[in-house]
């Protein structure tokens, strides 16, 4: 059960000035996000920024995360410690441009614009900041990959080379060229 303390109801922030925020997550929170997020581990974490109204019913999140990662490597299962500083910027809108059926439409690559909800949690906001900005193949300094070869007791294990599509076509091309140079 998630622990659910900075949720904002869009209906009670003011519409004349931007409503701060400055979340760092207690120690049983960071677990929760640790778990949830299979980290190692999870440390100095920091959300700030503000919730700003945009013209009569629309809003804008802008705000800094800060974190301190710790993950397996990819390599070796050894913990990789990153640091984290991403800028975050949500544009929630109350009316979102409408789609009709059938007809063809341009994509928008924009991924930071959302419908407007009944409140903003967060919590959640800064959890999927923080998924979104964790290394993908985390990785130790140290740590190299290794070529390894498993087959079945007695024969030769496939190397690299052997799995190149088109190796087998060089061999015989080269074959094919040498037995032509000779016959001629």
Known sequence: MAIQKNVLRVADLPQKKPTQFDIQPEAAQLDQITDQLELSALRKVRFK???????????????????????PCVVTLAPVT????EDISRLYLRELPEISEGSE?????DDTV??????????????EALALALPLYPKADDAALTQAAFTKPGEKAMTDDDARPFAGLASLRDKLNKDSDGSA
């Not at 959302?114 to 959890?127: G, M, Q, R, V, Y």
């Open 49 to 71: 920024g503000v919730v700003a109204p945009i013209g009569q019913r629309d809003w804008e999140l802008t705000a800094h995360l800060g974190a301190t990662v710790v993950q």
């Open 82 to 85: 990153t640091r984290i500083e």
């Open 105 to 109: 439409i341009e994509m928008n690559t």
């Open 114 to 127: 959302e419908a407007l909800p009944a409140t903003l949690n967060l919590d959640d906001i800064l959890i």
